[in-house]
């Protein structure tokens, strides 16, 4: 089977850091997304990596270790409208995405 | 350019009837997903089309739910008869054919289902 495991919950102050981990069991795999999603919204691509390593796009960096099937996304300078779900999403060989079952961010003033 | 579009965007219906859910993705988009989201829990996988054609719907959880793609363009998603457990966000997403950086996918709003 497919499985994606993350915290069901993290919470943080302003400005702070946080790291959400995400753990797969994937056959086929071949690169993880993380996506935001806020309640009532659409979930929106924030990062994606194919190849071991951190990628970086401003405050959000995203790390994949295919060797030990383990990513994790990172949150900087955590501001209040960084509070949201987010899910990690493995990609299989013809092009299916499976999601986690997210994990809700809740950031403190 | 226009994103992936759905209609309706909330539905309530009682148990026993029929609902319809459609999806315009991103034009040139060859991937073409239904995603379900239950009551805040994961979003999960519920088929894929390549154009018209169905590459995996192994998501789908019984048949009263039929999903089409006519022409490879638009998407609907039957569900008959609906049952309580039905309830939920049901997502349409799309993505290139050539899956490029990550295979991005984009997502629609979704379309609320209330069965009551």
């Known amino acids: 089977g497919q499985s994606l495991e993350q915290p069901s919950e993290v919470t943080a102050v302003e400005g702070a850091i946080v790291q959400i981990n995400c753990t797969y069991q994937t056959s086929g795999f071949y690169g993880l997304s993380w996506y935001q999603q806020h309640d009532g919204g659409a979930p929106t691509f924030l990062s994606y990596n194919a190849l071991d390593g951190l990628e970086e796009t401003g405050r959000f960096s995203s790390f994949l270790s295919r060797s030990d099937s383990y990513g994790y996304l990172l949150l900087q300078e955590l501001q209040m409208k960084d509070s949201a779900s987010y899910f990690c999403a493995s990609h299989t060989g013809g092009f299916k995405t499976i999601f986690g079952a997210g994990t809700r961010l809740f950031v403190k003033a | 350019e226009a994103g992936v579009t759905q209609f309706p965007s909330h539905s309530v219906i009682e148990k026993g009837q029929t609902v319809t859910l459609r999806c315009d993705p991103i034009s040139g988009h060859d991937n073409l997903y239904w995603y379900r989201r239950v009551m805040g829990k994961e979003i999960k996988f519920l088929l894929h089309f390549v154009k018209e054609s169905k590459q995996d719907e192994s998501g789908m959880p019984n048949n009263r739910f039929l999903a089409e793609r006519t022409g490879g363009t638009y998407s609907t998603l039957k569900v008959q008869p609906a049952e309580l457990e039905d309830s939920g966000v049901y997502f349409c997403?799309?993505?290139?054919?050539?899956?490029?950086?990550?295979?991005?996918?984009?997502f629609g709003e979704g379309s609320w289902l209330t069965v009551v």
């Open positions: 997403a799309s993505s290139r054919a050539t899956g490029g950086s990550g295979n991005t996918i984009y």
